[in-house]
């Protein structure tokens, strides 16, 4: 699909808040959809591709440029037929571009116009990433979606260097349009593979809706907002998505990168947004933290040690029919690897059946009660 295809197929609205369905050559994602991520090829907690496909609802699996260029190397899971091939994974994946990586993880960092220089953080070896860099690994890995090399600020930033950082950014943009579309037409065999853009500017909004004004301009495939559930108060999360929502084409997805509780994406949905990603519901999992349609419970509370009830008694996942709450607190406890899998699994089925829910209520005309009775309830520590 060329860059600007209309892939997008918007169904139906509820004031902000989409429903809708993003075509792509790996499959068609239902919208709001949240995207599992598997950072270097697979979910942290022993989650399987085939897992993904056959009991937990999986729509989209998220990977990761940077880890994925670090080890074991683009070149080499090219090589094995890219990432569909090499993780069994048939659905839609989405790339992320690495800049968040290059950002958060490298010490020692270098930024300059034509990309950054940096430190891995696997081995201290000295790696270049730029925007042609990225789109060249992320077409090595074969993804559905691949993502702008963009430059991430962190929060609260000086407005000078906010600004700076989302000049470059959509500098580096039209680099990586430019790359991919020369990639594609240099291809042996025709590639599909879509450029999503991210939105910058901090906590500011006139920045942001600047930035995002140009960005649309370019039309992209999608559109992401990025640099936001860094730090920052929710209220200002929301504010600047509100602020962006009405310059984002209509006819597009929209992405709310990293983000976040269950809380978040039904509130960013009311807003507006179509796609979601967070290693949250797998990190808080492996800690024992699990989402139930109650709130979040902390198995290692020692009122759970000796309760036969699943960790939601309404919960159709392969966990919540098969164990208790006292056997995975026993796990937990005695340091067991299938401890992890199971609240991973539990957590992930969670999310994904939270983005059914939405779809459902926006196909049925009811989303503000779903919104209203669960935006502060599933957030809520039991």
Same mark, same amino acid.
């Given at each position: 699909m060329p860059v600007g295809y209309v892939v997008f197929l918007l169904i139906k609205t509820e004031d902000a808040a989409r429903l809708g369905a993003l075509k792509t050559c790996h499959g068609t994602i239902q919208t709001p959809a949240f995207m599992n991520v598997a950072t270097g090829g697979a979910i942290k907690g022993a989650v399987s591709t085939y897992d993904m496909q056959t009991a937990l609802h999986t729509q989209v699996m998220l990977c990761n440029t940077y880890h994925l260029h670090v080890r074991p190397g683009d070149s080499l899971v090219r090589d094995m037929g890219g990432l569909h091939a090499f993780t069994g994974w048939q659905g839609p994946i989405l790339t992320d571009s690495g800049g968040f990586q290059v950002f958060s993880l490298a010490k020692l960092r270098n930024i300059r116009e034509e990309g950054v220089t940096f430190a891995s953080h696997v081995n201290g070896a000295r790696v270049f990433m730029g925007p042609e860099e990225s789109m060249r690994i992320q077409s090595n890995l074969g993804s559905?979606?691949? $993502?702008?090399?963009?430059?991430?600020?962190?929060?609260?930033?000086?407005?000078?260097?906010?600004?700076?950082?989302?000049?470059?950014?959509?500098?580096?943009?039209?680099?990586?349009?430019?790359?991919?579309?020369? +990639?594609?037409?240099?291809?042996?065999?025709?590639?599909?593979? $879509?450029?999503?853009?991210?939105?910058?500017?901090?906590?500011?909004?006139? +920045?942001?809706?600047?930035?995002?004004?140009?960005?649309?301009a370019l039309h992209l495939d999608g559109y992401a907002i990025g640099g936001l559930a860094v730090g920052e108060p929710k209220e200002e999360m929301y504010r600047i998505i509100a602020a962006v929502e009405p310059?984002?084409?209509?006819?597009?997805?929209?992405?709310? $990168?990293?983000?976040?509780?269950?809380?978040?994406? +039904?509130?960013?949905?009311?807003?507006?947004?179509? +796609?979601?990603?967070?290693v949250m519901p797998s990190r808080n999992a492996r800690h024992g933290h699990l989402n139930t349609w109650e709130g979040v419970i902390n198995l290692h509370n020692k009122k759970y040690a000796d309760d036969a009830q699943p960790i939601d008694p309404t919960c159709a996942c392969p966990t919540c029919q098969r164990h208790s709450r006292a056997y995975l607190r026993h796990l937990l406890k005695a340091g067991e690897m299938l401890a992890l899998r199971l609240c991973v699994m539990h957590n992930l089925f969670f999310y994904n059946t939270l983005m059914e829910r939405i779809r459902a209520a926006l196909a049925a005309g009811s989303f503000a009660q779903l919104h209203e009775q669960y935006v502060n309830l599933l957030d809520r520590r039991i």
């Open positions: 559905t979606i691949a $993502m702008a090399f963009d430059e991430c600020v962190e929060n609260p930033a000086p407005y000078a260097y906010a600004k700076a950082a989302a000049d470059r950014t959509t500098r580096w943009l039209l680099r990586c349009k430019n790359e991919l579309e020369r +990639l594609k037409n240099e291809a042996e065999e025709p590639r599909e593979q $879509m450029l999503f853009g991210i939105n910058q500017g901090c906590t500011y909004d006139d +920045l942001r809706v600047a930035h995002m004004q140009e960005i649309a310059h984002m084409p209509r006819q597009k997805p929209r992405y709310l $990168m990293g983000v976040g509780t269950p809380g978040n994406i +039904l509130e960013a949905v009311r807003l507006g947004v179509d +796609l979601f990603d967070c």
